[in-house]
């Protein structure tokens, strides 16, 4: 393999859940694979969620049987979590904004780009926890517009 394959763009990276109840199409817009995004809090750590999104990165999002789309909110109960309610993989997190959905992926759900091989970095947003203003404000930077079908 030339060293131009090695540093091509991921482009289109296609995942979802494990029954295929949840898919998605998520447009890398970068040459560098994504950096996915630890993150320490209760929930996350227990689902192992590795997340990542990139403002200019648009996501797609068809659930085939809505009825069986659970979308779990704590905390600041501004983003919905949201896992297959047949096989139980937690897919995406989505926050509702005026003009529209933003979402983070869990990249252990990428089917045709190995998580394994992208850079991590751990993240603690627990300073965020009495400041939602800031929360909503760094989604909105960070964070990847969202299309659903259905919406
Ligand atoms: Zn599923």
């Keep these: 393999m030339c060293p131009a394959d090695v540093a091509a763009a991921p482009g289109t990276i296609f995942g979802g859940c494990h029954c295929g109840n949840l898919r998605y199409t998520f447009a890398w817009p970068l040459p560098e694979a994504p950096t996915l995004r630890v993150c320490g809090c209760d929930y996350c750590t227990r689902h192992g969620a590795a997340w990542t999104s990139h403002p200019e990165a648009r996501l797609n999002l068809v659930v085939q049987t809505p009825g069986q789309l659970i979308a779990y909110r704590f905390g600041s109960a501004t983003a919905d979590f949201l896992a297959c309610g047949c096989c139980g993989i937690l897919t995406l ?10 979402a983070v992926v869990n990249a252990n759900t990428f ?41």
């Design 111 to 151: 089917d045709s780009l190995d998580a394994a091989t992208c850079p991590r970095i751990a993240t603690d947003f627990d300073a965020e926890a009495n400041d939602t203003a800031a929360r909503l404000a760094r989604r909105r930077r960070n964070w990847s517009p969202l299309a659903r079908t259905p919406r």
């Design 93 to 102: 997190a989505a926050c509702a904004f005026e003009d529209g959905e933003r």
